[in-house]
C-alpha cells in the first residue's frame, strides 16, 4: 500500500471509496469542488493505494479540512475488503504526520458504535471531548428570515 497526496483526476477514486464505506451521501455535497477548495484552504486529502490486477486503485481516503484554527479529519475510511489488515493505522498515522507539520489541533467526529474507529482513534491519542450533541443545516437556502 501508499499514502499520497490528493492529485487532479483521483475523485472518481474517492467517491468509489467513499460510496463503499457509507461516507459519502448527496445531501452533504461532496463533491470534487469542495475537496480541492478546501485543500486550497489550508487542507489535505491523503489517499491509499493498492495495486491490482487493473493497476493502482483508490482504497483509502482521509479528509483533512481547516477552519483558520483547527484542523478537522473528515471521510476516514478504507474499503471494506481491505479493512482488518492494519491499514487503517498507517492512514492515520500519515494524517496525524500532516497535522503535526501544519501545527494545529485536530479533532475528528466518529459514531460511538463504531467501536474499532473508536480504538484506534484513542490509540493514536484522540481524547474524548465529552457529551456534546452535533447538530447541523445542511440546506441553508431553505432557512426564511
Given at each position: 500500500?501508499?499514502?499520497?497526496?490528493?492529485?487532479?483526476?483521483?475523485?472518481?477514486?474517492?467517491?468509489?471509496?467513499?460510496?463503499?464505506?457509507?461516507?459519502?451521501?448527496?445531501e452533504r455535497?461532496?463533491?470534487?469542488?469542495?475537496?480541492?477548495?478546501?485543500?486550497?484552504?489550508?487542507?489535505?486529502?491523503?489517499?491509499?493505494?493498492?495495486?491490482?490486477?487493473?493497476?493502482?486503485?483508490?482504497?483509502?481516503?482521509?479528509?483533512?479540512?481547516?477552519?483558520?484554527?483547527?484542523?478537522?479529519?473528515?471521510?476516514?475510511?478504507?474499503?471494506?475488503?481491505?479493512q482488518g489488515?492494519?491499514?487503517?493505522?498507517?492512514?492515520?498515522?500519515?494524517?496525524?504526520?500532516?497535522?503535526?507539520?501544519?501545527g494545529y489541533?485536530?479533532?475528528?467526529?466518529?459514531?460511538?458504535?463504531?467501536?474499532?474507529?473508536?480504538?484506534?482513534?484513542?490509540?493514536?491519542?484522540?481524547?474524548?471531548?465529552?457529551?456534546?450533541?452535533?447538530?447541523?443545516?445542511?440546506?441553508?437556502?431553505?432557512?426564511?428570515?
Amino acid at each position: 500500500m501508499k499514502i499520497r497526496e490528493y492529485r487532479k483526476g483521483d475523485f472518481p477514486g474517492i467517491m468509489e471509496v467513499w460510496s463503499a464505506t457509507g461516507l459519502s451521501r448527496p445531501e452533504r455535497g461532496d463533491d470534487e469542488n469542495t475537496v480541492e477548495r478546501s485543500i486550497a484552504m489550508g487542507g489535505a486529502m491523503l489517499v491509499m493505494l493498492s495495486d491490482d490486477s487493473e493497476g493502482e486503485r483508490i482504497t483509502g481516503t482521509s479528509w483533512i479540512t481547516f477552519d483558520g484554527r483547527r484542523l478537522y479529519l473528515h471521510h476516514f475510511g478504507i474499503i471494506p475488503e481491505h479493512q482488518g489488515k492494519g491499514l487503517a493505522a498507517s492512514l492515520l498515522r500519515e494524517s496525524l504526520r500532516i497535522a503535526k507539520e501544519k501545527g494545529y489541533q485536530i479533532k475528528l467526529e466518529v459514531h460511538r458504535t463504531n467501536e474499532t474507529a473508536v480504538r484506534l482513534y484513542k490509540k493514536a491519542g484522540f481524547e474524548y471531548l465529552g457529551d456534546y450533541d452535533v447538530y447541523i443545516i445542511r440546506n441553508i437556502q431553505s432557512l426564511e428570515f
